[in-house]
């Protein structure tokens, strides 16, 4: 992949980046080597590599899901400011 000046202002545009022409020469070189690390890395024999989607191996470690019964209805609505047919009555959020 060439990087040259029109590469640099075109990813500048997409990231809506202001580039100085101070930069412009250290950008080229770190980009350069940005796409040279990932050209080595392209280059690996990855077959018979499985796949995955973290570094670690990670498990699900919530607990399990157990069935509990509840607090009474009437005693959560004791403290209610207003209520209506066994619910929290609420002012209207939306017209």
Known sequence: MII????IDYVASLSRLKVQESERERLIRDLG????????????DVAGVEAMSHAFDVR???REDTV????DRELVLQNAPAQKD??????????
């Open 4 to 7: 040259d000046n029109s590469l």
């Open 33 to 44: 080597n940005i796409i040279g690390y990932i050209e080595m890395l392209n280059e690996l």
């Open 60 to 62: 699900n470690v919530f």
């Open 68 to 71: 509990e019964p509840s607090m």
């Open 86 to 95: 066994g619910c929290f009555k609420v002012p209207k959020a939306v017209e």
